[in-house]
């Protein structure tokens, strides 16, 4: 899989930044990358937007303070999504509700709660997709929509998170080595 324009790199950048993790390490580079491709397998069957996708992906988890316990970084997440909306046309581009979803999805992703939006959902379902990383196993209950409760959905998603894979077009279209 490559990723097409629009470029994502200055963002990943600007995230990397101030990313106080290891960009490696549990809740970085790989897992967002992961998250990403979870949510555009899910979008077809869920209607999702692609685009807030790939953005949720990188700012999900872009303020986490700690590899374990650390409630507020979603919230952190959506606060550095508005700081660089003003900077990066990515972010500036997209319409307020737009916007307004995409920050939904990073501050409340770690709620137990199901939405109705269809892009809010594919992205909560993208990232608790990739919970086997951490020795979690993906509970259907807390599953937003039906594509990702699909078994075969979860076993694919479990055996790349469980293995720590990596997709190589992080390299070209994150430039991230």
Known sequence: ???????????????????ALD?????????????LENGLRLA??????PTLICLFAILH??????EHRDPDHGLR????????????????????PDFDRLSTACARHTDTDLH????IR???DADRLDLPRVGKT????????????????????????ESGYTPDWIKTDWGCE
């Not at 997440?77 to 307020?96: C, E």
């Not at 109705?116 to 892009?119: F, S």
């Open 1 to 19: 899989m490559t990723l097409m324009a629009p470029d994502y790199r200055p963002l990943v950048r600007a995230v990397l930044d101030g990313y």
């Open 23 to 35: 960009p490696w390490g549990t809740h970085g580079l790989a897992h967002w990358a992961r998250v």
């Open 44 to 49: 077809d069957a869920t209607g999702a937007d």
């Open 61 to 66: 988890d872009s303020r986490r303070l700690s």
């Open 77 to 96: 997440g959506a606060q550095l999504a508005a700081f660089l909306r003003t900077g990066l046309p990515i972010l500036s581009a997209l319409p307020d």
């Open 116 to 119: 109705d939006d269809p892009t």
């Open 122 to 124: 594919t992205c909560w």
């Open 138 to 161: 993906i509970q259907t209950r807390f599953l937003n929509s039906g594509a990702a409760r699909e078994s075969e959905t979860i076993t694919w998603a479990t055996r790349r998170s």
